[in-house]
């Protein structure tokens, strides 16, 4: 199939793009289906809303305002996946007390399905990380961290699958280079692989025996680097891949309105987007999957 022209109108600070030629296993019925992703990153422990005479973000963010509005955007669509790209940890005092149990918990509560590895997660060792995983209700993804001689190993899964109403999403995560960035005393034997080589050694699986509608990639590579352009980094891994349809960044603390349309090697649309930092954001991007095989997306940033 062709893929549709990117639609140029701009809705409520919302992009409309297309994503077609996906292969949609396992459809009968012949009428549209929506998939809402919603996602966080770079959260660090902001489990308050910030105080009302804060001079930036005066009320913003909050894990209770974050779960109600969740649950509003469940009510209007059941089929939600809630994901999140990393750096849940470390920035107030609940995580140098609870080193990351609340954190976990209260993420759990609000129903997240998956999130990546961020640099944060190891502030308080490997076995730190290891040691928050019973509070951890959904699934840990790392397709380019290899864990195998570290306690993290039995926690870590590099894809997972999900079905939502009859649609297969594929969802991988990647990490940032921790050398340099992290004493390796904290990371101990992590070995770190090149990101955009596993994503194609992933993807390839996810589409080809998987056979998944939509290809999503969990990412705390960080958006991009003007003062070094040659680093991998969201950009950089859209246009070096193929199939992968959503980008979730973390990392740089970017904040973007909506997400940001890209051609990867086969010159098709990849959304790459990421909202900022401490929870003042939470994204959404809606799929709409007809039974021609069109995919149309529409992503915005939501005030929290």
Same mark, same amino acid.
């Given at each position: ?15 409309? #793009? ?13 009428? *549209? ?5 919603? $996602? ?5 422990? /902001? ?6 005479? /804060?001079?930036? !973000? ?5 894990? #209770? ?11 209007? !669509? ?56 019973? $509070?951890?209700?959904? =699934?840990?993804?790392?397709?380019? @961290? ?6 993290? $190993? ?21 990490? &940032? =280079?921790?050398?340099?960035? #992290? ?6 034997? %992590? ?5 955009? =080589?596993?994503?194609? =050694? ?9 056979? +998944?509608?939509?290809?999503? +990639?969990?990412?705390?590579?960080? @958006?991009? @680097?003007? !003062? ?10 859209? *246009? ?12 740089? /603390? *970017?904040?973007?309105?909506?997400? %940001? ?8 649309? &990849?959304?790459?987007?990421? &909202?900022? +930092? ?16 069109? #995919? ?7 005030? &929290?």
């Amino acid at each position: 199939m062709k893929r549709r022209d990117f639609i140029k109108n701009t809705v409520a600070g919302s992009t409309w #793009v297309s994503l077609g030629g996906l292969p949609l296993t396992g459809f009968s019925q012949a009428k *549209t289906k929506q998939l809402t992703i919603l $996602h966080t990153n770079d959260v660090h422990s /902001h489990i308050d809303p910030f105080p009302a005479n /804060h001079p930036k !973000n005066p009320n913003m963010g909050g894990v #209770v305002n974050r779960g109600i509005l969740i649950e509003k955007i469940r009510k209007e !669509n059941p089929n939600v996946l809630l994901l999140d790209a990393g750096d849940s940890f470390q920035g107030t005092p609940y995580f140098n007390y609870y080193g990351g149990e609340l954190e976990f918990k209260l993420m759990s509560k609000m129903g997240y399905e998956a999130t990546t590895i961020g640099n944060h997660e190891f502030d308080n060792g490997i076995e730190g990380l290891a040691a928050q995983m019973p $509070h951890a209700k959904f =699934e840990i993804l790392s397709a380019n @961290y290899d864990f195998k001689n570290t306690v993290m $190993h039995p926690f870590v899964k590099p894809y997972k699958v999900f079905h939502k109403n009859g649609i297969k999403v594929g969802v991988f995560g990647l990490g &940032v =280079e921790l050398a340099g960035l #992290v004493d390796k005393k904290m990371y101990k034997e %992590t070995v770190y692989n090149d990101p955009v =080589e596993i994503s194609k =050694e992933i993807v390839k699986k996810l589409k080809s025996n998987e056979k +998944c509608d939509l290809i999503i +990639c969990l990412s705390h590579l960080g @958006y991009a @680097y003007k !003062n070094d352009p040659n680093k991998i980094c969201d950009t950089k891994l859209a *246009t070096l891949t193929r199939d992968i349809d959503l980008i979730i960044g973390g990392h740089t /603390h *970017t904040f973007l309105d909506k997400p %940001t349309l890209l051609k990867n090697l086969d010159n098709k649309d &990849v959304l790459v987007n990421q &909202v900022g +930092c401490y929870g003042i954001n939470l994204g959404r991007i809606d799929f709409y999957f007809d039974t021609d095989s069109s #995919v149309i997306s529409q992503g915005k940033s939501i005030i &929290v």
